[in-house]
């Protein structure tokens, strides 16, 4: 079985499911996977909570290979499975016994009423308070927001039952989060209110593929790469490629993108139409199927980005594309990161169309190489991914090295499938190359954007700061569209090192800011990037956020203390109200 479809199968069980997040959250630092056979035992639902953790671990690595790839262009869900979980599980178990443990009172006693109409509506086995289950959708995956559980877990199977949960919860003012594959970095999917997480994991079917059309209607449990393979023999694909294992909910929830942004934009640029229920219970549409249109506000980018605070995604409509002929990867390696960024720069005012421009700073590069088994020099790289017509490829390979020969001698290009998907697959397993380069400390995943012209110096002047500092914090960006991240590796448990995590983000964020950039390119804002939204936009600009935020949730229902604030769940907004709230949910973040 393709490994993609093991982690699937996997999710199509509620308890696996949970089992697979937590291996999500707890077990980044694994290698790529087990064996087939090892991932299926992810499935036993009747086993302890423990040993279902242990085995999901295996689940979620198999999936997480099938990033490893880039023939034709996506992510190839057959590639190898490179390593075995051996001892790795037992610090996913040991970080399991560290967390915080944050139960909050049973939902049944606090909403009675609303517990009693929510099982009537939906049974028993659509509803769940189990602890395990709460526990999981806690939890973040990069592993510094502070857990905070919700008092309910709900999967519902269709818009109809959205629809039913939010006016049930919108009748006695209960908070809901929702919640698709839980790979987001900035808390988003943490329940500090409690209340109910609405899980996405039944909602997962591709409901339509029109094939002359180039597009595909799909619910929001949909992953992108069960996506993927599902439209490929139509010689089609998503646009954007994000963290292995997310889901089409969450992908529209932060406006995410990944390597492929700077030919086919992000997941805003992928979305024709969604289907959306409001707090209220009601549902809209925010659009039909054409490629475009001048009619009205334009609601789905209203919604796309919003993280689960104005609505539930229940149904989205996306733009497929065509698979390219040809792929090629080059790797070219630089002095510094300022004179990669330079070549990246005078690339792109050539108007040659990459299908792909990755940074990795010596550091990251470093850590790939130990995790999977590489040798590349130690010093910053680009890693330029060509796509198209063969010969179009081959004239790109050479004006690309035209350019880079300014700044380097060092060009080299994968002349197979099997270098190009060797290559860009150690730029995918760059997380977990880095957190496994540090055992025993968690990963604070962090990201900036700037304006071209500033790319340059925005990276050069982190990465001093970075190389200042004690703590191991390597670089790898999407610096053609002048994104980068930071995987900063710290000990919660330090205030030394904690500190220190947080000021090195701060500083980053208030640079990129302060040449006219953005506090994140594409991991979203949830509760880590609030104190930069002003900064950014202006106390005008949030609050026209607040604004919005208020006309489609004025009690404060859906999400609640993610981006904005605007006072207390089921009730109405005061200046005093959104300072509280605001401070509260700071509470739910270390540093």
């Known amino acids: 079985m393709a490994a993609g479809m093991v982690l699937r199968t996997a999710l199509r069980s509620r308890h696996s499911t949970a089992a697979a ?22 499935g036993g639902a009747g086993s ?51 967390d915080h443990n944050p139960m ?6 606090v909403w009675p009423a609303a517990y009693s109409e929510l099982m009537a509506e939906l049974g028993r086995d659509k509803v769940s308070v189990d602890e395990d289950e709460l526990e999981v959708r ?77 597009d595909c209607v799909v619910q929001p449990g949909v992953g992108w790469m069960e996506l993927n393979d599902h439209v490929r023999p139509n010689n089609m694909f998503l646009g954007v490629d994000p963290a292995p294992g997310a889901a089409i ?3 529209c929830g932060t406006c995410c993108s990944g390597t492929n942004a700077v030919r086919y934009g992000t997941m805003k640029d992928q979305v024709l139409n969604l289907t959306v229920v409001l707090s209220d219970g009601s549902v809209v549409k925010t659009g039909q199927r054409a490629r475009k249109s001048s009619a009205g506000y334009d609601l789905a980018r209203v919604i796309v980005g919003s993280e689960g605070t104005l609505g539930v995604v229940t149904e989205a409509t996306l733009r497929l594309r065509n698979i390219p002929e040809y792929t090629r990867v080059a790797r070219v390696s630089f002095k510094d990161v300022h004179d990669a960024c330079h070549s990246v720069i005078k690339i792109l005012q050539q108007g040659i169309q990459m299908g792909a421009i990755e940074l990795l700073d010596e550091k990251m590069v470093a850590a790939v190489n130990d995790y999977s088994s590489m040798s590349m020099p130690l010093t910053p790289c680009i890693l330029f991914k060509f796509t198209g017509p063969e010969e179009h490829v081959k004239h790109d390979i050479e004006a690309v090295r035209k350019i880079t020969t300014k700044f380097t001698n060092s060009f080299e290009f994968t002349k197979n499938e099997e270098e190009t998907e060797q290559l860009w697959g150690a730029r995918k397993h760059a997380f977990w190359a880095a957190q496994t380069s540090q055992p025993g400390r968690e990963l604070m995943a962090t990201d900036v954007a700037v304006p071209l012209s500033r790319l340059a110096d925005c990276l050069s002047e982190t990465k001093k700061e970075l190389d200042a500092s004690f703590l191991f ?45 953005t506090c994140t390119g594409e991991h979203g804002v949830g509760l880590g990037k609030k104190e930069y939204l002003v900064p950014e936009f202006g106390e005008a600009g949030v609050g026209m956020m607040k604004t919005i935020k208020r006309a489609l949730d004025p009690d404060n229902l859906l999400n609640p203390g993610k981006i904005v604030d605007i006072g207390p769940v089921g009730g109405h907004s005061t200046a005093a109200a959104e300072a509280a709230a605001g401070s509260r949910k700071s509470k739910s973040f270390f540093g």
């Open 104 to 109: 909050k009172a049973p939902f049944a006693t």
């Open 473 to 517: 914090a390597p670089i790898v960006g999407h610096v053609g569209d002048s994104n980068f991240h930071v995987c900063i590796m710290f000990d919660p448990a330090s205030q030394r090192e904690n500190d220190e995590a947080h000021r090195l983000n701060r500083s980053m964020v208030y640079r990129a800011i302060g040449m006219e950039g």
């Open 48 to 98: 302890a909570g423990a040993g279902r953790r242990r085995a999901a671990a295996g689940a979620v690595a198999v999936g997480l290979t099938a990033a490893t790839g880039v023939a034709a262009g996506v992510a190839d869900p057959r590639s190898s499975l490179t390593g075995l979980l051996g001892p790795r599980v037992l610090k996913a178990d040991a970080a399991l016994a560290s």
């Open 138 to 214: 806690g939890k973040e995956t990069s592993g510094y927001a502070t857990p905070e559980n919700p008092q309910m877990v709900v999967w519902p199977e269709s818009t109809a039952d959205v629809a039913t949960i939010m006016k049930i919860c919108h009748k006695y003012k209960v908070p809901v989060v929702p919640y698709a594959a839980g790979t987001s970095l900035e808390g988003h999917t943490t329940a500090p209110e409690g209340g109910v997480c609405i899980s996405m994991q039944r909602l997962d079917k591709v409901l339509a593929v029109n094939v002359e059309d180039m």
């Open 21 to 42: 997040a937590v291996g999500v959250r707890h077990a980044r630092s694994l290698a790529e996977g087990a064996a087939t056979s090892g991932a299926g035992g992810a």
């Open 249 to 251: 909910g969450g992908m």
